[in-house]
Nanobody, 115 residues
């Protein structure tokens, strides 16, 4: 069955960095458009970033542009999100999701930015 498993979250100080990973199985990852979505405490879902199946084109929300980098390793069926210059407002659960319709979701990984 389809599985998406996020990891790499944690507690980090403002200005710090994290690298999130999403290991996928159960579908052809190398053919799939992928996304990162986050949900801050008490708020709705926010789209963060997307990447085409071959990794050649990436998209970012204005709130993360210049600080976040999405990438993928199709040989390892892994989606990545490098997060730099973290701010308190980046505190959220981060989810990886599949395709333009966000049809499948992982369980999420918590990122907490606090001093």
């Amino acid at each position: 069955q389809v599985q998406l498993v996020e990891s790499g979250g944690g507690l980090v100080q403002p200005g710090g960095s994290l690298r999130l990973s999403c290991a996928v199985s159960g579908f052809t990852f190398s053919s799939s458009y992928m996304n990162w979505v986050r949900q801050a405490p008490g708020k709705g879902l926010e789209w963060v970033s997307s990447i085409t199946s071959d990794g050649s084109i990436t998209y970012y929300a204005d709130s993360v542009k210049g600080r976040f980098t999405i990438s993928r390793d199709n040989a390892k069926n892994t989606l990545l999100l490098q997060i730099n210059s973290l701010k308190s407002e980046d505190t959220a659960v981060y989810y990886c999701t599949k395709d333009h319709l966000f049809t499948f979701w992982g369980q999420g990984t918590q990122v907490t930015v606090s001093s």
